[in-house]
């Protein structure tokens, strides 16, 4: 199972209100790590890194849908409810 945390090198998000006008503003950066990764989303952080956990994953799933395919599978079609 995967899960997904704040990054703590670089996640600072804060919202300022204005109380005048009522506006709201947001400073600071925030980054996200994945547990199979472990590396950060924001491409300013300098832990960060491009996961690619899911690929060889997809790819398997690609490969098996074209081999159907070719065999002659195909979705069923909807139910006209």
Request: net charge negative; aromatic share 8%.
């Amino acid at each position: 199972m995967t899960s997904m945390g704040m990054c703590t090198v670089c996640s600072n998000l804060k919202f300022v209100f204005d109380e005048d006008s009522g506006a709201a503003s947001r400073e600071g950066e925030v980054g996200w790590k994945v547990s199979c990764f472990g590396k950060c989303s924001n491409p300013a952080c300098p832990d960060h890194g491009e996961c690619t956990c899911f690929d060889e994953q997809m790819d398997r799933r690609m490969d098996f849908l074209r081999q159907q395919l070719e065999r002659g599978w195909r979705p069923a079609p909807p139910d006209d409810d």
